[in-house]
Structure formats: C-alpha cells, structure tokens
C-alpha cells in the first residue's frame, strides 16, 4: 500500500530521517521501534502526509502522496497520536462522530450508517458507558481509547498508531491492539510505533527497527527480534524466547547496573 | 437496546434545544428591538413604533399615517439605527469571540486577543487627537479600523516568523503588540490636552449618533463573518482535536487558522472601529451558548450572533433609555459581564470536582 523511496526529512540542521525505503502491504501489522528520538513519529508523520519528506517520494497504491487531497487521504489514512489534550467539552460520541467527518460532505448531517458506525465503534473499544460524558473530564487512558475509536469510526485501510497505547493499562492495552489486529487480519494495514517491545512482539508481524533516523532491521519478526538487535540498537542486555503462555516471542531485560 | 435508544434520544435532545434556542432568541431580539424604539426620552407607544416599522419596510406609507411625524423620525432616523448597529455589532463580537476561542484551543481567548482592539484605539486616539476630520463621520473609524488590521498583520507576521502558528505564539504576540499600544495610546493622551475627554470617550465605547450606513458597514462584516465561520464551523471542530490530528481527519489546520483568524479578527475591528471597545461580549457569550448547546462549532456560532445581538441591545438599551443618566456602553458590559464570567467560571471549578 505504501512505499518509501529514499526518503530524507530534517528538522532545520538536524536530520531526523536519512534515506529511509520501505514497503508497507495491507493485511500487515507493523511494528515500529527503537530508541526516543530515532525518527519513529516523524516517519509516521511523513506517511499521514502531515510532513513532506525533503528529497525521496512517499507512494500510496502508485501515486505520490502529494497528489492527494487531505479529504482523499483521511478516507485512506486515520492517524490515532500519543498525546490528546481538548479543552473544549465535546461528548465522547461527538468525538468519535468527528471520525466520520471525512466521509460526510459539509453542511450534511450524518447519516444512519455514520450513526451506527459509530454505535458499533464504541461498543467494540467498550466505550458505550462513557458516549455522553464530557471528554476533557476522562482520564487519560479512557480519553485515549475514544482517540482510538475515532480513528477507527474512520473505517480507514491504514491505521497509525503513535504510542497509542503509553497511556493505557495491560488490559485496555491488549484490548486496543486486539482491535487493531482485527482490522490487519480483515486486509488493511495496521502500523503501530510502541515503546513495549513485548507487546510489539506480540502482535506485530513484521518489525521495523529505526536508529538515528534510519532503518536498522526491517522483516519478519522472528528474524528481527533478536538478542543482538536489541543490544546494537537499546544497549540493553536482553534474552528473546518464544514463550508457550502467550505463543509470542518475549523479551527479558537485564538490570544495567547491579545496585 | 435500551442504550440505542436513549442516545438517538439524546441527540434529538440537543436538535431539538438548538431550534428552541435559535427561535427564542429571534422572538426576543424582535421583542427587545420593538421595546427598545419605543423606550426613551420621548415615549413612543409600541403601536405605533410596529406601525412606523412595517411603514418603513413595505414602503406602504398609509400604515403609519396616523403617527406623529416626530416619533416617526425619533424611530426611523434616530433609534432604530442605533438599535440596529449595537445588535450588529454583539453579534459580530460574539461570532468572532467564538471562532477565536476554537481556533486558539483557548476558552479565555476573545475578539482582541491579536490586538485588535488596542490597534483600533491606537488609530482612533491619533485621528482624535490630530483632530482628523477630512473624511466626515468615517475619519475616525478609518483610523480605528487601519490601526486594527496593521496590528493584526504585524502580530501575525511576528508569529509566522516564530515557525508555526501555535496558539501560545499568537497569543504571546498579541499581548507584547497590544502593551507597546496602549502605551502609545497613553503618550497620545497625555499630549492631547483638550482632546483627552473625546479619546477616553471613545475608548469606552459608544453607540450614540450611529446612522444607517454604520449600521450597513457593521452588516456587511457581520454577514462576512457568519458566512465564513458557518462554512469552516466542523473544521474547527476538528482543529479542537489539535492540529496533527485534524490534519489527518482532512483539514489543512495551518490553511483555516489563518483564514479564520484574519476573518475574526477584521469582523472585529469593524466592530470596534464603528462602536469603540465593548469588552466581554466576545469572551462571555460563546461561554455561555457552549453551555446550553454544546462545543459543536455548527451550533455555536449561530446562537452565539442571536445571544450576542441580544445582550448588546439589552446592554445599550439599559444605558440610553433606563438608567437616569447614560453610562458608557463598554463600561455596563465590563461591569455586568465580569463579575458573571467570574460566577460562571468558580461554577465550571465547582462542577469538575
């Protein structure tokens, strides 16, 4: 569905992406990891179209991003970010609703399909409780999962996900990429940045491994997921086993200093 | 589906309060504009002020044959100009206040964030002071409205040269332009001797003496404004969600900022320009619209020009026709609308906790 061609992206001096090439296919779940500051949100920013990469083509079925209107790519792409602040006190429905702005032409109500798209959005991220409370009154993690479910009120063939699940509890956060998951098993594409290397180990299929903007191990993650990828990239000490409970390769750490 | 039900219900609710808001609001804008002509120094009875209305706008002249042809001048050339500009003018602080809330992502933003007022009474204070009068009553508005959209441009440029149009930027750059201002404004008047009184009248602002073509000009930026915030109204539900994601939901965030902002802004400066600085109607009103209807933009702005145009016209109503002598109109607005912000405000705390 995507794919990057030499793509370079620097914030003024700084390069933040240096010659970056991949290719993203539907049906996919990616995972996308590697230390603070090695270009993981920028990339995600550069496929949204949100940025422009500065020399290299971003290619959507074919065509360059650019060449698409931003309604064309918000009915393609739906973007769910790390941080969410509103000040405003929209409903969380009204929240979710605003997912399916991209498909409504303006001045148009929604209508019933939009109404139980969203209906059936919010009772999949366990939300119905919550569709007619104030969203700047939730905590962070429950305003986080009406963030997701608005991107998925989107009905998009991509999802982004940018550390969407930093703010929520083991539980939320297995149910938000269960979701997730769903949506890459059913043909689309799922791309997810995550701090958690276990749970990106857990539902990625493919891996790409990002270091100082450029792309470290890209594969299967079987192939990528690796003690020595781990310890050239994070420089950390770490074993990688598949583990029978959860029929996933995990991870453990080691302590960097003994006290 | 019990919980199927009562959100489709809910919805409907809101519909429903959103229509019972925009009529009632119209009906009582028509009321307060009928009493408004008929109270006064001279009495007018409402009889005869429908009469004169209904004459004036069918150009049936018969229908107000048997009214005095004073009142009928009193209403058509003296009030009802007035009336109609101070509505004017609330609705178009209250419209421009509610975008400039949602494009900032700040509740407490209103139509002079950017400086528009400052500038506005930059101009004026120079025109006033030099005693400008080349151009008739619109010397001094000129003024007022040059400074207003120069302020504006020079706020605008500062933060497009910071990078991005972020909130906090524009705000940052709308306060340091706006306090370089108002210590001009306080150099002119402590020059101008005479005409002091005449700057620190204006400053307060004043619906007095207003004519038809007031009344036209503040129309024209009011139906502007309305237009344009009514066709950006879901993007700027949107840009709530802040600017990457409405991006990714297909607006172009930097794009519709700027086109909203210059919008508001020259809404505004009409406003100030015509009338002088009226405080609070810009801040106070969306607040109190977002109360009853929601934060949707699409809702918002409508109800807040209706609630805008009433209060405004309460307001100077109040000053001209009930209170034994007139008070400047920006100071009843500042004197009643911040001690409520504040009440409204402590109640907003008390109902979070």
């Known amino acids: 569905m995507f794919e990057l061609a030499h793509i370079s992206f620097a914030h003024g001096a700084k390069t933040v992406i240096d010659d970056v090439s991949l290719r993203l296919t539907r049906g996919c779940f990616y995972g996308i990891i590697g230390p603070n500051g090695s270009g993981k949100t920028t990339l995600i920013d550069l496929l949204t179209g949100h940025l422009r990469p500065d020399s290299g083509r971003v290619l959507l079925d074919g065509r360059d991003l650019r060449d698409f209107s931003r309604k064309a790519l918000a009915r393609r792409i739906a973007l769910v970010p790390q941080d969410f602040r509103i000040n405003f006190p929209y409903s969380c429905r009204e929240v979710v609703m605003m997912g399916r702005y991209p498909h409504i032409p303006r001045f148009t109500a929604p209508a019933a399909a939009d109404r139980q798209m969203v209906n059936s959005v919010l009772r999949q991220a366990s939300l119905t409780e919550f569709a007619h409370r104030p969203v700047h009154q939730l905590s962070g993690g429950e305003r986080q999962r009406v963030v997701f479910a608005r991107s998925l009120a989107q009905d998009t063939e991509a999802l982004l996900l940018d550390e969407a699940t930093a703010n929520l509890d083991v539980h939320h956060a297995l149910a938000l990429l269960d979701l997730a998951a769903g949506r890459a098993a059913a043909g689309r594409l799922v791309v997810a940045v995550l701090q958690d290397i276990n749970l990106a180990a857990m539902y990625c299929g493919r891996l790409v491994v990002m270091q100082e903007g450029r792309v470290f191990a890209h594969g299967p993650l079987d192939e990528v997921l690796t003690e020595q990828t781990l310890h050239a990239v994070f420089k950390v000490k770490a074993r990688v086993a598949r583990h029978a409970f959860s029929g996933a390769r995990q991870v453990v750490f080691q302590r960097e200093a003994v006290v | ?353």
Request: glycine residues 12%.
């Open chain 2, 1 to 353: 589906m019990t919980t199927e039900v009562e959100r489709s219900q809910d919805g409907a609710n809101i519909h429903r309060c959103f229509w019972a808001m925009t009529i009632g609001l119209v009906l009582l804008l028509l009321a307060e504009v009928v009493f408004a002509t008929g109270a006064g120094f001279i009495r007018i009875p409402f009889r005869d002020v429908v009469r004169i209305m209904a004459a004036e706008l069918t150009g049936m002249e018969h229908l107000a044959a048997q009214v005095e042809a004073l009142s009928r001048v009193v209403v058509a050339d003296v009030r009802l100009p007035r009336i109609v500009t101070a509505a004017l003018v609330g609705g178009g602080l209250a419209v421009s206040g509610a975008m400039f809330q949602g494009i900032l992502l700040n509740p407490l933003a209103d139509p002079y964030t950017l400086g528009v007022s400052a500038g506005a009474a930059f101009g004026a204070s120079l025109a006033l002071w030099l005693g400008i009068t080349g151009l008739g009553i619109w010397s001094v508005p000129l003024f007022a409205f040059a400074g207003a959209t120069a302020t504006l441009a020079a706020v605008i440029y500062l933060t497009a040269g910071s990078g991005d149009f972020s909130s906090s930027g524009l705000i940052l750059s709308g306060i340091i332009v706006a306090a370089i201002l108002s210590a001009g404004v306080s150099l002119v008047k402590y020059l101008a001797d005479e005409q002091v009184g005449i700057i620190i009248f204006w400053l307060m602002g004043s619906f007095v003496a207003k004519t038809w073509a007031e009344a036209g000009v503040v129309a024209v930026a009011l139906a502007a404004g309305l237009a344009v915030a009514l066709f950006f109204s879901r993007d700027l539900n949107l840009l709530a969600l802040g600017a990457r994601t409405a991006g990714s939901l297909g607006v172009s965030p930097r794009r519709v900022s700027l086109v909203l902002l210059v919008v508001a802004s020259l809404a505004a400066a009409v406003c100030v320009a015509v009338s002088g600085i009226i405080g609070f109607v810009g801040l106070l009103v969306p607040h109190m619209v977002r109360f009853v209807t929601g934060p949707d933009h699409r809702r918002l702005i409508p109800v807040s020009a209706l609630l805008g145009a009433c209060l405004l016209l309460g307001a100077d109503t109040t000053t001209r026709a009930l209170l034994p002598q007139e008070v400047p109109i920006g100071v009843i607005t500042a004197l009643i609308g911040g001690p409520f912000f504040c009440y409204m405000l402590r109640r907003q705390r008390l109902g979070r906790e």
